[in-house]
């Protein structure tokens, strides 16, 4: 099982923000801003690039989940951030394929 499958199952304990029969919402434990959140799909897909087509319904519910939450987290008229990282130079340090919602300051850009 993956780190947010264990999330998921309760066997790891996580701030749960919101939850359905597809995707999970936690706060992330080590946040990178003042709201720091992750979606993540139940099923564990490795990463963004080994999403299938057949997956494209999952994915588009991850997003939209994941607008709805920020919006529940009072993101909605300041801006927010959705960002997925893909791989060690995208600086994926979990292979469960995760959107971090990030949000709360001004996010400088480019990322660094
Ligand atoms: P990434 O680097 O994109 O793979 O993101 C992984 C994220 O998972 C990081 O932001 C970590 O802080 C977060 N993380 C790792 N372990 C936990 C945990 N037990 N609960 C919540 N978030 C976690």
Redesign the pocket.
């Known amino acids: 099982m993956t780190?947010f499958e264990k999330?998921a199952a309760r066997e790891?304990p996580?701030e749960i923000l919101y939850e359905d029969e597809r995707v999970i919402a936690?706060?992330?434990?080590?946040p990178?801003a003042p709201v720091h959140a992750?979606i993540v799909p139940k099923q564990a897909i490795a990463r963004i690039a080994e999403a299938k087509d057949s997956e494209g319904e999952l994915l588009g519910h991850l997003l939209l989940r994941a607008k709805d939450l920020a919006r529940k987290m009072g993101l909605a008229e300041s801006g927010y951030r959705l960002?997925i990282?893909n791989g060690s130079d995208g600086?994926?340090?979990?292979p469960h394929l995760?959107c971090?919602i990030l949000g709360g300051r001004a996010l400088t850009w480019p990322p660094g």
């Open positions: 780190l999330i790891i996580a936690f706060k992330d434990i080590d990178q992750l960002v990282n600086g994926e340090s979990v995760h971090h």
